[in-house]
């Protein structure tokens, strides 16, 4: 049993054993024609890049070549604009991150204008509470009255305040 075993674990072939398909390394690579789509997706029977990079996979891959080596070549050849998504290395790392780096910012910024607003809103009521209660407000009842202010005027606010807090 054990022999009938080991011979069934080496027909099964490994996952890194299996040859690529042309679909699998054409969506590592974007089609150069303009489209924007990968090479595995543009949908021009006549692209002057798709076209021709889908039969180069296909010799490459009857060559014996793993789908790292095909994008390799591609790579070399046209550059890192040929590949679908960025490489994690050098200032790329910068296209995987900085998304991440901008809702963090954004979050910060959202919860800070909150707590600003929030801090704002309760200030004006707690002086109107004090005032509701008879009273003034702390910071009011220790500064000495500003003589910027019209005497008469001054009367009459004080007036219509006490009027009020009597109510």
């Known amino acids: 049993t054990l022999a ?17 398909t042309v679909s699998e390394v054409a969506q590592g690579l974007t089609c150069q024609c303009g489209c924007g789509l ?23 891959i009857a060559q014996g070549k793993s789908s790292p080596d095909i994008i390799a070549f591609f790579r070399h050849q046209y550059g890192e604009k040929v590949l679908s998504s960025p490489t994690t290395q050098g200032f790329n790392i910068l296209a995987w991150t ?9 979050g910060v910024f ?13 200030a ?3 002086g109107q509470n004090a005032r509701q209660n008879g009273g003034q407000d702390a910071s009011q009842s220790d500064a000495p009255p500003s003589d910027d202010f019209d005497p008469e005027l001054r009367k009459e606010l004080e007036g219509e305040l006490r009027d009020e807090a009597s109510k």
């Open 4 to 20: 009938a075993v080991m011979t069934m674990l080496v027909a099964i072939p490994s996952r890194g054993a299996l040859r690529p």
């Open 38 to 60: 990968t090479v595995a997706n543009c949908n021009m029977p006549t692209c002057s890049f798709s076209v021709p990079a889908r039969d180069r996979i296909e010799r490459m």
């Open 98 to 106: 900085m998304p991440f780096i901008a809702l963090a910012i954004g």
């Open 110 to 122: 959202i919860a800070a204008t909150a707590r600003r607003w929030h801090r704002a809103k309760d």
């Open 124 to 126: 004006p009521e707690s």
